[in-house]
């Protein structure tokens, strides 16, 4: 992935073309898996949305999340 995956990367994750038949949970409140550490599942490819702006939306919901958490966020 030249000039996408570098040491500097914060986030690399896949993106899908279709609406997921299935959902990976996710807890309601921190939106993190319940078994897996700092994975956070969203957007359409983990079955949270059904479009390209519901996506986004769910998305930036994590994003700012995870910056309150490491306070990166106010």
Known sequence: MKGYYTNEA????TESRTSS???IPRNPD???HPQITNLYPCGE???YAGG???AAMDGERVAVLVAKKVG???
């Open 52 to 54: 390209i702006v519901s």
């Open 21 to 23: 038949p299935v959902r």
């Open 30 to 32: 921190t939106l993190n």
């Open 45 to 47: 490819g983990a079955g």
């Open 10 to 13: 914060v986030v690399v994750a």
């Open 72 to 74: 990166l966020h106010r």
